[in-house]
């Protein structure tokens, strides 16, 4: 099981912070979380709920992460393990993470896939998503796995869309041009974009693309 104590800084000040894995211990804070990542209008039947969590602590605990700062839960990051080709990108989020539930878990799958990541509007100044990421890179080396990847929604993308296609505009992130909340992060945290996904989330400001982004185990050729 993955147990990381260290220390963030607020402004100057250090401040602990552990990464463990989450248990059903848990379970009330993390869904708490998600109604403050993720308030109204949006429908709270699609935050976590306790048969998701359950199986995520049962069926693989190793990516079920939380994180907390000062003994408070901050947030969580929950992946599975699915065999992925990279010659074939097409899926949606609900198809490769079972709505989830997590239930096509393959254990003997090459990678390691992001089902969702999420903290505390509060915390959010600490760096603590990245942190997380980290610590599921040492997961995805130490199940001696090829690659960490999910989809990255594309916020800022219905800014500019009469104007970019979707191509376009992930180019213009990565170069540098423009700047979305969701994939500029993730480049931050190490992961590179290898393809766009079409309908991959029903999401407006997307216009329901991800772009597939991908860390590689630097321990496998």
Known sequence: M??????????NKPVPVCIRNYTKNDFKELIKIQSECFPPPFPSELWWNEEQLTNHVTLFPEGALCIEVNGELAGSLTGLCAQFDPQHLDHTW????????IGNHNPNGNTLYIVDISVRPKYRKLGLGKLMMQAMYHVVIHKGLVRLLGGGRMPGYHKVAETMSPEEYLDAVVKGETRDPVISFLLRCGRVPIGLVKDYLDDEESHNYAALMEWKNPFIK
């Open 2 to 11: 993955y147990r990381s104590e260290f220390y963030v800084f607020d402004q």
């Open 94 to 101: 609900e198809e490769i993470t079972d709505n989830g539930y």
